[in-house]
């Protein structure tokens, strides 16, 4: 490698990849699934030293195993079973499940495919590799962090001022991230900000090493990949009831803890067929990740009050391309009416002079069958089948106007 290593620990992920984890250990070992990599940016070219240079990381990723003193961290959550944790402390991954070719536009096509178990944590780590190698040998790092620095003492200039409010929000990076240091730098100048009195509170990070390295909160819980696989991965399930059969198995797995829903994995209005008085009693809140926040907000309020539920003892969380002054105006407008909590990802780990990558790492088929996204707004889905897209779209129709 011509760079240091870059994912050091296995607990170098998101929280939901441990949440899932322990449920897909459980309840679904058996499944199989693919990633596909995607670079959405219509100029960016990875060159064959960036493409050597993933390739030697992921290489270097997958001979790392977890420490005891890590799996002790996760026993200590209150949510995570001794079963999972001597699952995870045999665990390893593979890097035969990569394929790795310069098959693609942006001239790097990766897919991993295997187990559910295993090609679930692989996302995160594969995007934060590819990211901070192209950072590193596209540009000049120094002038990057140099920026990445000054804008980030100046958000928190921003928080101090009271120049913007964000109730409690968290880091929600790692995949876009400039580099590790970026990230690090960032949830320790965070935690470290005396933030008494104005109104925002940084409460933890997406990171679970970060988490546990500075004593935050490891915040995370269900991603789309969770609705997709568990709602679509049986070929006898209607797709169109993916969040019912995915609501259930997570209850199964943590009763009333680890309850945020995800809203919009085949339309939030389609969720909310299933997300009745049981499952919005149940779950402590719910994420929005696409669509207009405020109309999905005012939704979310009036459906628990449809229901008889006192919404402000419910999160909304946001989490879809966040700036400061977008999580700003969103607190104003909801203050008061629920809890608002806001993870932050790109405009805290990647903000510099150059713009952010714009890439993803998604499931595109479980159990040999197809699998989809139809979020709240287009562009967000990654299927490649337009057939199977069809198809889902079509059961959504017939649900919603029908039922």
């Known amino acids: 490698m011509k760079l240091h290593p870059i994912i050091t620990s296995l607990l170098e992920t998101d929280m939901y990849k441990f949440s899932m984890g322990q449920a897909i250990y459980h309840q679904f070992p058996s499944y199989k699934t693919t990633w596909t990599f995607r670079?959405?940016?219509?100029?960016?070219?990875?060159?064959?030293?960036?493409?050597?240079e993933i390739k030697e990381q992921l290489q270097a990723y997958c001979k790392l195993r977890f420490t005891e003193e890590e799996l002790q961290y996760l026993d200590d959550i209150k949510?995570?079973?001794?079963?999972?944790?001597?699952?995870?402390?045999?665990?390893?991954?593979r890097y035969e499940d990569f394929e790795i070719t310069t098959d693609a536009e942006c001239n790097l096509s990766i897919e991993a495919r295997g187990t559910w178990l295993n090609t679930s944590m692989y996302e995160i780590p594969t995007l934060a590799i590819v990211n901070e190698v192209y950072f590193r040998m596209a540009y000049n790092y120094n002038d990057l962090i140099k920026s990445f620095e000054e804008r980030l003492n100046e958000k928190?200039?921003?928080?101090?001022?009271?120049?913007?409010?964000?109730?409690?929000?968290s880091e929600f990076g790692m995949r876009r991230r400039l580099s590790a240091q970026?990230?690090?730098?960032?949830?320790?100048?965070?935690?470290?900000?005396?933030?008494?009195?104005?109104?925002?509170?940084?409460?933890?990070?997406?990171?679970?090493?970060?988490?546990?390295?500075?004593?935050l909160t490891p915040v995370g819980t269900m991603a789309h990949e969770w609705i997709m696989c568990v709602g679509q991965g049986d070929h006898k399930h209607n797709p169109a009831y993916s969040n019912w059969y995915a609501l259930r198995a997570w209850v199964d797995e943590y009763g009333v803890l680890n309850g945020t829903a995800l809203t919009d994995a085949i339309?939030?209005?389609?969720?909310?067929?299933?997300?009745?008085?049981?499952?919005?009693?149940?779950?402590?809140?719910?994420?929005?990740?696409?669509?207009?926040p405020i109309e999905w907000g005012e939704k979310m309020i009036a459906h628990y009050n449809s229901l008889g539920i006192d919404?402000?003892?419910?999160?909304?969380?946001?989490?879809?391309?966040?700036?400061?002054?977008?999580?700003?105006?969103?607190?104003?407008?909801?203050?008061?009416?629920?809890?608002?909590?806001?993870?932050?990802?790109?405009?805290?780990?990647n903000d510099t002079f150059v713009p952010a990558l714009n890439i993803v790492m998604k499931t595109t088929l479980c159990n040999g069958q197809d699998v989809a996204k139809i979020s709240d707004v287009e562009g967000k889905g990654m299927c490649k089948n337009p057939d199977y897209v069809n198809y889902l779209q079509r059961c959504i129709d017939w649900r919603m106007q029908h039922e």
């Open 39 to 52: 670079c959405r940016n219509q100029d960016v070219k990875f060159t064959e030293e960036m493409i050597s």
């Open 79 to 93: 949510w995570i079973k001794g079963s999972y944790v001597d699952f995870l402390r045999l665990w390893q991954p």
């Open 156 to 169: 928190i200039g921003w928080l101090k001022s009271g120049q913007y409010c964000l109730s409690s929000f």
């Open 182 to 215: 970026a990230q690090e730098m960032a949830v320790r100048a965070l935690a470290d900000a005396d933030l008494s009195g104005t109104g925002s509170k940084f409460v933890g990070t997406s990171n679970v090493y970060l988490a546990m390295k500075y004593n």
């Open 267 to 292: 339309t939030t209005d389609c969720f909310l067929r299933d997300f009745q008085l049981t499952y919005s009693t149940l779950f402590s809140g719910v994420r929005h990740d696409s669509g207009d």
């Open 311 to 349: 919404a402000t003892t419910k999160t909304l969380l946001f989490s879809d391309s966040l700036n400061f002054e977008k999580a700003d105006k969103i607190y104003r407008h909801f203050r008061g009416r629920a809890k608002i909590a806001f993870g932050i990802g790109t405009n805290i780990a």
